[in-house]
């Protein structure tokens, strides 16, 4: 936090473009804290209930229409206003599709208990 103020605020190595402090919040908001869910839903998860994914294809189809939503967004901040729009158009249908393949498919899936071996 200390160096984001410092960095926009003109302290130390001067400022920073405002697309730049706006991508780089949304790279953390969005690249990070969502594919830090995503992975701890697709691990941590099924080890709880004693389960496994049944669509790890799935899975990888969900973490790459993430980041790729996140990059095509973060792109966009620093395009000009022609190609601002059509970018985060891009990128918000790519992180939409990502959501709803993460909660649509493979999160009831990775809650799903494995059968038992003993009866």
């Known amino acids: 936090m200390v160096n984001l103020?410092?960095?926009t605020a003109g302290w130390g190595l001067g400022t920073?473009?405002?697309p730049s402090v706006w991508a780089h919040a949304y790279v953390q908001v969005f690249g990070f804290m969502a594919l830090f869910i995503?992975?701890?839903a697709h691990h941590v998860v099924p080890r709880l209930v004693g389960?496994?994914?049944q669509r790890t294809r799935?899975?990888?189809?969900?973490?790459?229409?993430?980041v790729a939503g996140v990059v095509i967004i973060a792109c966009g901040f620093f395009?000009?206003?022609?190609?601002?729009r059509p970018l985060w158009i891009a990128g918000t249908t790519s992180l939409l599709a990502a959501s709803v393949s993460f909660r649509g498919r493979d999160v009831p899936q990775a809650l799903e208990p494995k059968p038992s071996l003993v009866p």
């Open 5 to 7: 103020a410092r960095l």
């Open 58 to 66: 799935l899975v990888r189809w969900s973490f790459w229409l993430q």
């Open 16 to 18: 920073l473009p405002r």
């Open 38 to 40: 995503m992975g701890v």
């Open 51 to 53: 389960g496994t994914l």
């Open 79 to 84: 395009h000009d206003t022609a190609l601002t």
